[in-house]
């Protein structure tokens, strides 16, 4: 059974950081694309950050630069270092894992997780 477990959500003012975290069962992270994606309320949900099996990572144009995409293949955990954040990045930030390479849309997402929130204040 698959199980991804995001953490480290919560509150913080425009300009700080928060390191997210999505500890994955059942699949190895290090075998799958693992993804980073986010939904604000009324929004549809838009992919973040990934990292494929290679290791090679894609971000959205809104987060690059201030966001990193890492894992820890030892603890099997993803990781989403989010730097200088802006009020715009409030959202539920979601976990997804699946086999194909080159996943980034939503829809090539087999797994996910249930989601931390993440709320920037200005």
């Known amino acids: 059974q698959v199980q991804l477990v995001e953490s480290g959500g919560g509150s913080v003012q425009a300009g700080g950081s928060l390191r997210l975290s999505c500890a994955a069962s059942?699949?190895?992270?290090?075998?799958?694309?693992m993804g980073w994606f986010r939904q604000a309320p009324g929004k549809a949900r838009e992919g973040v950050a990934s990292?494929?099996?290679?290791?090679?990572?894609r971000y959205a144009d809104s987060v690059k630069g201030r966001f990193t995409i890492s894992r820890d293949n030892a603890k099997n955990t993803v990781y989403l270092q989010m730097n200088d954040l802006k009020p715009e990045d409030t959202a539920t930030y979601y976990c997804a894992a699946d086999l194909f390479t080159g996943a980034w849309s939503s829809g090539d997402y087999r797994f996910w997780g249930q989601g931390t929130q993440v709320t920037v204040s200005s």
């Open positions: 990292i494929n099996s290679p290791g090679i990572t």
């Open positions: 059942g699949v190895t992270v290090g075998n799958y694309c």
